[in-house]
Each structure stands twice: as structure tokens, then as C-alpha cells.
């Protein structure tokens, strides 16, 4: 089945560690996205890619830091620069240049 | 600059009301596409529908229906018989074309709670 898988579900980290979420995908997608959702708002994008080995800032790219070495893979790591990492995590993937975006399941991700 | 406001915080209907969903935008340019997502409470953002700017006809699509009016810079959406499957968050956003990024500019969404 074609898709996006981001994993784990869950993830539970302390404060000072940084964690990286995983996103995969094999819809043979060119541009990839991460957002982050907090509780009663929309999405804001953290980062994007639009090709293998280039990625720029999104809105909230301070304390998160992303690769895209592989076009199916584009994993984030949230920093312990990141003030407040507690959130909803989504990663999507888009074909073509007008085209919508499809989601993954998403990542919710604790620091304590 | 671009925004999306969906005023509707919360919206509570019983099962078989139709209900509409509120959708306004703002973006200086002429060429944009609209968009409505549902988030179940699973969390995945569901695609429903794309909308260009230069295609005002409604859509419907089953129990779901679709208003573009760019004289009033709105997108609503209305489901009719509304049934309990259909408690969601739902999300309108924003795309620009020719923007490098194709970035979606997302509202705060609607909470729309189907009771039985």
C-alpha cells in the first residue's frame, strides 16, 4: 500500500535530549513538509523539501533541524534548543506542483 | 499577507442537521487554490477537496457540499444529514501558485461535535 508512515505513534522524551521523528513515504513524492499543530490551532510549517538534498525553513524552524538524503525519507529532529517541543507532530508529502498535500498519521511527541 | 480564519470554533449538531462550516481568506494574489482537510480524532489530516481560484462552481460530493465566492473571499462547507462519523476538526488552507514552496496557510479549524 502506497503511504505515509511517521513512527512511533507516541514518543516521550526529557528535557535537554533531542529526539528524531521518522517520515516515510513511498508515494514517489518529490516535495516534503513538516508541521507542527498545538492544541485549539491550525498547522504551522516547520520545515520543507522540494528535492533530494535541499530543504529550506518554514515559519518555525528554530531548535528543529531536518535531512533529506533519501526522496522517501525526511526525518525531523526537534533540539533541545526547541523551547517548547510538546506538540502534535505531521509530516506530508505532495506530487506535483498544484497538487494537494497528503498526511501522515502524525507523531505526538512529550517532553517532560 | 496571506491568512485564513475559520471563526467557527466549535460547532455542536445533532445527527441528520445540516451544518456549514465558515471559511474566509485573505492573499493579494490571483492565482490561489483552497483546500478543506478533516481531522478525525485519529489525527491523520484527511484531503476532501482542492479549489482553484478561477473555478467558482460549487461541488458536491456525496452528503458534502462546497461554496467558493471570491466576492466575498469565502469557502464554506456544508454537510447535509450530518452523522456522528462526521466529528472531526476541519481544517481550510491556502495554497498560492507560483509560490516556490506551494506552502498551505491553514485556518485554526472547526470542531464540529455530531451528536447522536
Known amino acids: 500500500d502506497g503511504g505515509i508512515t511517521q513512527s512511533p505513534k507516541y514518543l516521550f522524551r526529557k528535557e535537554g535530549q533531542n529526539v528524531t521523528l521518522s517520515c516515510e513515504q513511498n508515494?514517489?513524492?518529490?516535495?516534503m513538509y513538516w508541521y507542527r499543530q498545538d492544541p485549539g490551532q491550525g498547522l504551522r510549517l516547520i520545515y520543507y523539501?522540494?528535492?533530494?538534498?535541499?530543504?529550506q525553513k518554514g515559519d518555525i524552524a528554530e531548535g528543529y533541524s531536518v535531512s533529506r538524503e533519501k526522496k522517501e525519507s525526511f526525518p525531523l529532529t526537534v533540539t533541545s534548543a526547541q523551547k517548547n517541543p510538546t506538540a502534535f507532530y505531521l509530516c506530508?508529502?505532495?506530487?506535483?506542483?498544484?497538487?494537494?498535500?497528503?498526511f501522515g498519521p502524525g507523531t505526538r511527541l512529550t517532553v517532560t | 499577507a496571506q491568512k485564513v480564519t475559520q471563526a467557527q470554533t466549535e460547532i455542536s449538531v445533532v445527527e441528520k442537521e445540516d451544518v456549514t462550516l465558515d471559511c474566509v481568506y485573505e492573499?493579494?494574489?490571483?492565482?490561489?487554490?483552497l483546500f478543506w482537510y478533516k481531522q478525525p480524532p485519529s489525527g491523520e489530516l484527511v484531503f476532501l477537496i482542492r479549489?482553484?481560484?478561477?473555478?467558482?462552481q460549487n461541488e458536491i460530493s456525496g452528503r458534502y457540499s462546497w461554496n467558493f465566492q471570491k466576492s466575498t473571499s469565502s469557502f464554506n462547507f456544508t454537510i447535509t444529514a450530518s452523522q456522528v462519523v462526521d466529528s472531526a476538526v476541519y481544517f481550510c488552507?491556502?495554497?498560492?501558485?507560483?509560490?516556490?514552496?506551494?506552502?498551505?496557510?491553514f485556518g485554526t479549524g472547526t470542531l464540529l461535535a455530531v451528536q447522536p
Open positions: 479549489r482553484n481560484s478561477f473555478d467558482e
Open positions: 523539501s522540494q528535492i533530494v538534498n535541499d530543504f
Open positions: 488552507a491556502l495554497s498560492e501558485k507560483g509560490g516556490a514552496t506551494n506552502k498551505l496557510i
Open positions: 492573499t493579494r494574489d490571483t492565482t490561489y487554490y
Open positions: 506530508a508529502s505532495r506530487p506535483g506542483e498544484i497538487d494537494e498535500q497528503y
Open positions: 508515494l514517489n513524492h518529490d516535495a
